[in-house]
């Protein structure tokens, strides 16, 4: 059986949009499932649209996602250079061999006798559409100078049809009535895109091109050409778009769609991928799966054929998830950067984030809602919510804390556990409730009026820091006007 290789084959133009990499991750965990190999070639033909600022960030997104390529660019390959850029002689030889094998020819055509031609089709028909250039060097009318500017052109046929059965759209027929004799190459010998991508899927052995449903109208003029090769036809996996809540095309205008967007917003790569494939493509109603269960479980003729729409609040729900999945240390790895944002500086084994992150986990979606929680617990002194300050941290509220104080100070061992049944008895004993003593003491911990349980938040703060701002917060209370 033929190896399978796969390709994503992004367009450096912008940022990585989800949508691409939706392609993206179906081609990489069929190429994974398969044990075959997943290529990456950077398509930057284009140069007035190409950057390398964009080269780079599609590299950086990859990575981050861990979509990593058996081939491509910084790791090689023996189907090199992996840029488009850096072949064009190949495509130009490519061009060669079509004319030679009468499958191509050159077209001196200028712009002008073109527009006429067009206006006399719309004058005929009284159709704009329908047109279909029809060049006198098609059939070997021979240009004054053969230096002269010009196209080549691929010599599409005019009858009968191609079609091909696509995995997630099935079969789709095209009549060549609709063809027209296609740009290859441009005036100034640059390769078009349906010229280099054949070339290089076929030079880089490709066995199934995976690539937005945009893209179909440019599949027959593909098939055509690997014919005109003698090259073998890939399988074809037309994969729709993701569109905006309201059926718009998804833009920036209706949700990050950059994918270091959500680097940043502190999702996890695992959760993006599971969204995105799962957007599209089901397995029963399971929702939550691991990057390996993707791997095992995922199959084209289960990619939906229409467009899904994005949708936000189940994205959150998915990156929830996984959030829970991860353990105390690795999170606490993954969120230093989060506290580096705010300015404070955390080491990723400090032992209090790791004693706090299970009671902050069940309520924080991103690892930026993580550090944030967590912030109280790793600084030496929490920040003060002056409103809450205001309110709780009273005169009144001094004589609770100290209260407080005597209560927890000698209990052992300063858990949870014990420290909530030395209060309630000393409650008891004292006749007060826990109302007038909880918020105070929670401003007093976490400069905040929400926080995890009032006796977690001691247990992992310890014993000196919890009396030392319960120490602190009295001072504050006392100087406070009543
Ligand atoms: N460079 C094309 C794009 O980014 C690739 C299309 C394809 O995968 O064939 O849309």
Known sequence: MTQVRVRFAPSPTGTLHIGGVRTALYSYLYARQKGGKFILRVEDTDQERSTEESSAVIVESMRWLGLDWDEGPEVGGPCGPYFQSERLDIYREYAETLIARGAAYRCYATKEEIDAAREEHFERTGRKEGFRFESPYRDGKTPDDPNARHVIRFKAPTEGMTAWDDLIKGRIEIQHSTLQDFVLVRPDGMPLY?????????????????????????????????????????????????????????????????????????????????????????????????????????????????????????????????????????????????????????????????????????????????????????????????????????????????????????????????????????????????????????VALTGRTRSPGLFEVMEVLGRETTIARLERAIARAEASES
């Open 194 to 442: 349906n010229l280099a991508c054949v070339v290089d899927d076929h030079l880089m052995g490709i066995t199934l091109v995976a690539r937005g449903d945009d893209h179909m109208i440019n599949t027959v003029p593909q098939i055509l050409l690997y014919q005109a090769l003698g090259a073998e036809v890939p399988a074809f996996a037309h994969v729709p778009m993701v569109l905006a809540p309201n059926g718009q095309k998804l833009s920036k205008r209706h949700a990050a769609v950059g994918v270091l967007e959500y680097r940043d917003l502190g999702y996890l790569p695992d959760a993006v991928l599971n969204y995105l494939v799962r957007l599209g493509w089901s397995y029963g109603d399971q929702e939550i799966f691991t990057r390996e269960e993707l791997i095992e479980k995922f199959s084209w003729d289960r990619v939906g054929a229409q467009a899904s729409r994005y949708d936000a609040a189940k994205f959150s729900y998915v990156q929830a998830e996984h959030l829970r999945m991860l353990g105390a240390e690795e999170l606490a790895r993954l969120s230093v950067p989060f506290f580096a944002r705010r300015g404070v500086e955390v080491k990723a084994d400090d032992p209090r984030l790791i004693a706090a992150i299970p009671y902050l986990k069940p309520r924080a979606t991103t690892l930026d809602d993580l550090a944030e929680a967590a912030l109280y617990f790793v600084v030496e002194e929490p920040e003060m919510d002056e409103k809450a300050s205001k309110k709780f941290l009273t005169p009144a509220a001094a004589e609770e804390l100290r209260f407080l104080i005597d209560t927890i100070k000698d209990v052992t061992p300063f858990d949870d556990g014990a420290l909530s049944a030395a209060m309630e008895a000393a409650l008891e004993t004292a006749g007060k409730a826990m109302k007038s003593v909880a918020q105070p003491a929670r």
